[in-house]
């Protein structure tokens, strides 16, 4: 809708590349016509700065998967963009129709629910089929038990806080892939987060208490 002040943000991106890797990544993507939008002005863009004669490198294009319609055309979106980053603080709130900001409904959301997970296996089945990778930011991926399931559903990029590195990396190095995948199969087959969650952490009980820090009273 403002062109020239995205223009601006794409010329910034685009001349500091010439100091470091840079990538784009368009957030609230629900459809592939957004993307080639975005693509024809980013290539203005480029134009703009060779013509002026302003230092400048090519970036790789990103499509941030964070709602339904995104993740449900991935396999059409994954020919558009060169990676994917799965945005699931809004993709489950947008998918089960929960504002987790309002406390009414809060209880209701539900990051494991098996339809946020149906999703996020299309997004990550779409990308390995295209060759592009899949990562994941957002809360979900600084839960344990929830990385568990992210490795099962194809997912090998997590973006953590740094407080949550120590507990996801002992569950991941715990953990074969194919353990996960199993599991994850296992999963999609429940109806609830909670079932979810229920049956990851008694089956995985003895990696995710390794990975969680002891409780106060269990000190020495």
């Not at 601006?8 to 001349?15: E, F, G, N, S």
């Not at 038990?145 to 490795?151: C, E, N, R, S």
């Amino acid at each position: 809708d403002m062109p020239d002040l995205f223009k601006t943000q794409l010329r910034a991106i685009l001349r500091s590349a010439v100091h470091g890797e840079a990538q784009i990544l368009l957030p609230m993507i629900s459809g592939v016509e957004e993307v080639r939008q975005a693509r024809v002005q980013i290539a203005e863009t480029v134009a703009e700065l060779e013509a002026e004669g302003v230092a400048h490198r090519p970036c790789k294009v990103g499509a941030m998967i964070e709602v339904p319609s995104a993740a449900i055309t991935a396999e059409q979106l994954a020919g558009e963009v060169d990676f994917f980053s799965l945005g699931t603080n809004d993709l489950v709130q947008y998918t089960l129709a929960v504002d987790r900001g309002t406390a009414r409904v809060a209880g209701l959301y539900q990051p494991l629910h098996p339809a946020v997970l149906r999703l996020i296996k299309q997004v990550t089945d779409a990308g390995r089929k295209a060759g592009i990778p899949t990562s994941i930011c957002g809360e979900m991926a600084a839960d344990p038990t929830a990385a568990l399931v992210l490795m099962g559903l194809g997912v090998r990029l997590l973006s953590v806080s740094p407080s949550q590195i120590p507990e996801v990396k002992e569950v991941v190095r715990a953990t074969p892939i194919r353990q996960a995948e199993d599991l994850v199969e296992q999963c999609l087959g429940l109806t609830s987060g909670e079932a979810v969650r229920e049956l990851v952490e008694t089956k995985m009980a003895g990696a995710l208490a390794a990975a969680r820090p002891p409780r106060e009273e269990d000190r020495p």
